[in-house]
């Protein structure tokens, strides 16, 4: 793919707010009138100042609407100018979000085969099998054309109403495997699994793959529990899922905070606990390990170590 040099110069004129606006990316303005700056909701340490921006939880930064493009949706230079000049701006230089588009999930994409998924779920990220093949069964889990594990966002009749799209390949970026939040999936829900019947606890994660890693150690142990994926750290995940509960007649009686032990996660989690009623909120972050999934590994490997001095002492 190749861009010409007036299609780059086209894409640099576009302030990086009118490209946030256009892309239906929820923003809260934030210090005052003068030098205002603003926070990513979906992604709280991520804050864009003029055309500047820097993502403190992943120390990265850049300028530009192209540089902005570039990070957020893991594209390459090329994929990010075409991106960027795919929108009608107008004038869209106030912090009013345009109109978002219903979502509308593409089954297309879907194909039959679950191999890829399992092989990078299981071996690559050490997730439980039946954990998986559950996830699959029960049409949460599928794999694409791309060869992405896809995490579907359902309501209660069944309907998909956003998914997360995981990479299975490893790509030159600080990620490490690709990454995305499908276009215009409902900004206050998540990837979700009941544990039970009638859930009455809560627990927070950040990503499907924590999800599935805390629900792969804790097995058993994890009843009548309502599991949502935040994809990122976003409170109003928390109230929306609260009041579905409320409608639902579901009481509440724990709401765990299972999020990352960094500094983004940390402010997210402290900010929970001077919230919510001290009697329903528990820390269930990971204790030695940063996430989740570095978690299951780190449990993993001991146990793999355990064995192998075992056998050598035979």
């Known amino acids: 793919m190749r861009v010409t040099s007036d299609e780059i110069n086209q894409a640099k004129e576009i302030p990086l707010i009118d490209f946030i606006n256009a892309n239906g990316i929820d923003v809260q303005q934030e210090g005052n009138s003068s030098e205002p700056y603003y926070r990513v909701m979906e992604h709280d340490s991520l804050v864009i100042k003029g055309n500047k921006f820097y993502w403190n939880s992943r120390s990265e930064g850049g300028f530009g609407s192209i540089s902005f493009a570039m990070t957020y949706y893991e594209l390459s230079f090329p994929e990010a100018v075409n991106r960027v000049n795919g929108h009608e701006y107008g004038s869209l230089t106030n912090t009013q979000s345009v109109e978002k588009k219903p979502f509308q999930y593409p089954d297309y994409y879907e194909v039959n085969e679950t191999a890829v998924i399992k092989d990078y779920l299981t071996n690559e990220r050490g997730i439980d099998g039946r954990v998986v093949d559950w996830c699959i069964k029960k049409d949460l889990l599928v794999q694409d054309k791309k060869?992405?594990?896809?995490?579907?966002?359902?309501?209660?009749?069944?309907?998909?109403?956003?998914?997360?799209?995981?990479?299975?390949?490893?790509?030159?970026?600080?990620?490490?495997?690709?990454?995305?939040?499908?276009?215009?999936?409902?900004?206050?829900?998540?990837?979700?699994?009941?544990?039970?019947?009638?859930?009455?606890?809560?627990?927070?994660?950040?990503?499907?793959?924590d999800m599935l890693s805390y629900w792969s150690i804790k097995k058993e142990k994890v009843q009548g529990t309502r599991m949502i994926s935040m994809s990122g750290l976003k409170l109003k995940t928390l109230v929306q899922t609260m009041k579905d509960m409320k409608q639902g007649g579901q009481p509440i009686n724990k709401i765990m905070s299972c999020v990352d032990r960094d500094d983004a996660a940390s402010r997210f989690h402290n900010k929970l606990k001077g919230v919510l009623n001290k009697n329903i909120f528990e820390d269930h972050r990971p204790s030695h390990t940063k996430d989740w999934n570095d978690e299951l590994n780190n449990i993993i490997n001991k146990v793999q170590v355990s064995s192998k001095k075992q056998s050598y002492g035979r």
Do not use: C, Y
Request: no cysteine.
């Open 147 to 209: 060869e992405n594990a896809v995490f579907k966002w359902k309501d209660r009749s069944g309907k998909v109403i956003g998914g997360d799209r995981q990479g299975t390949k490893h790509i030159d970026s600080k990620r490490g495997t690709f990454k995305q939040i499908m276009p215009n999936s409902a900004e206050d829900k998540g990837f979700t699994i009941d544990v039970g019947r009638n859930p009455d606890k809560i627990a927070l994660f950040e990503s499907p793959i």
